[in-house]
Each structure stands twice: as structure tokens, then as C-alpha cells.
């Protein structure tokens, strides 16, 4: 009987320790939310045939302002299979502010075979030169005209 109580407290306290033991490989990763990690999720993305998720990926490479993006969103602003990825693409290319992505997009805003994709490009890069145009030349309260 004593042997009995013995092998099983053997067997419980072997198994507590093994649980103690390997309790370290719950611990998150705190590489796992860096930056590059999602950065390299999100261009992984970009390859997959989910329409969707290309099209997600791609807006936060945008927001994140990926160099990394650049040459990915610039194929897919050239040859992507419908208006919302090319839509999207001349975006994010605009955020992120990479001058080869804002030359093509001031290019198809004049050269575009589809309307849409010209509209939304030229709309793009319009608000692009004037968000340049006021970080170059801020506005002084004494330069404004309709003063009280």
C-alpha cells in the first residue's frame, strides 16, 4: 500500500515539475509585435491570391509608410487585376512618399487607360503636392488674410 501512495506521489510530483519546467514556452513573444514582424506580414500578404487581404496589406503598408512596400505596390499599381488594388496601391504609395511611387502615380493620373484609376491618381497626387506645398511654406497668423 505504502508503495502504491509512493510510485503515484512519484508520478504527481514528476509531473508538476515537467508543468513548472516547460512553463516558459507560454511566454509571449516580444518580437512578435515589432515593427519588421508586421512589416513582413503585411508583404507577405501582398502575394497571396485573396483579394481582400492584398488589398488590406497593402493600406497598412501605406499607414505604416514601408519602404519595403514600395516596389510591391508599385507592381500591383501597374498590373493589379482590379480598381480597388490599384486604387489602393496609388495610396498607399502616396503616404509612404517614396519619389518613384509618386511618379508613377502623377503619371497615371494623366496616362491611365481606365478613368477611375486617372481620377482617384490625380486626386492622389493633388492632395500629395498640396500637403508638400504647406509643410514648405507654414502658415504666420499675420499672414492671413480675413483678419477681425
Avoid: W
Avoid at 66 to 78: E, F, G, M, T, Y
Avoid at 105 to 120: N, Q, Y
Amino acid at each position: 500500500m505504502k508503495a502504491k501512495y509512493f510510485s503515484s506521489f512519484l508520478i504527481l510530483s514528476l509531473l508538476l515539475f515537467t508543468g513548472f519546467s516547460f512553463a516558459e514556452v507560454n511566454k509571449p513573444n516580444i518580437k512578435a509585435n515589432s515593427f519588421e514582424t508586421i512589416e513582413l506580414n503585411r508583404l507577405i500578404g501582398l502575394a497571396f491570391d485573396n483579394e481582400g487581404l492584398r488589398v488590406s496589406c497593402a493600406f497598412n503598408l501605406g499607414e505604416m509608410k514601408s519602404q519595403k512596400a514600395v516596389i510591391p505596390l508599385l507592381q500591383i499599381l501597374r498590373e493589379g487585376k482590379t480598381l480597388e488594388e490599384r486604387v489602393i496601391a496609388a495610396l498607399s504609395l502616396v503616404k509612404i512618399g517614396n519619389a518613384q511611387g509618386v511618379y508613377l502615380v502623377s503619371r497615371l493620373a494623366k496616362f491611365s487607360d481606365c478613368e477611375k484609376t486617372r481620377r482617384m491618381c490625380e486626386r492622389f497626387y493633388t492632395g500629395y503636392l498640396y500637403q508638400k506645398y504647406l509643410n514648405e511654406h507654414p502658415v504666420n497668423e499675420n499672414d492671413i488674410a480675413f483678419k477681425n
